[in-house]
């Protein structure tokens, strides 16, 4: 059974941090390119940021570079989004998800390549 489980969500003031972590269970971490998405209500789900299987590239939404940093431990079977300068903005459900394709080089930044994925984290951020 594949799980995808997110943790670390919660409520930051203006300019504070909050570090997200995923999990991938029941296939080979490895294999993955992991990415993190978010859904504010009214809209679309995006992207945020995403890491290649092996690390090797790593991409970001505009609206976060210099601000996000994504990450993974492939021992630990894990990907973080660490977020710093948060804004109201950044309010959202955060989604992990995982995908395994050889078509897209580089992080997928779309929905469909990711095969896996979490049921969210809210994050929540006070102005």
């Known amino acids: 059974q594949v799980q995808v489980v997110e943790s670390g969500g919660g409520l930051a003031q203006t300019g504070g941090s909050l570090r997200l972590s995923c999990v991938l269970s029941?296939?080979?971490?490895?294999?993955?390119?992991m990415g993190w998405f978010r859904q504010a209500p009214g809209t679309a789900r995006a992207f945020v940021a995403g890491?290649?299987?092996?690390?090797?590239?790593?991409a970001y939404a505009d609206s976060v570079k210099g601000r996000f940093t994504v990450s993974r431990d492939n021992a630990k079977n894990t990907v973080y989004l660490q977020m710093n300068s948060l804004k109201p903005e950044d309010t959202a459900v955060y989604y992990c998800?995982?995908?395994?394709?050889?078509?897209?080089?580089?992080?997928?930044?779309?929905?469909?390549?990711?095969?896996?994925w979490g049921q969210g984290t809210q994050v929540t951020v006070s102005s």
């Open positions: 998800a995982a995908g395994r394709q050889y078509t897209i080089v580089g992080v997928p930044t779309t929905l469909s390549p990711y095969d896996y």
């Open positions: 029941g296939r080979p971490f490895i294999n993955y390119d």
């Open positions: 890491v290649t299987w092996n690390g090797g590239d790593t």
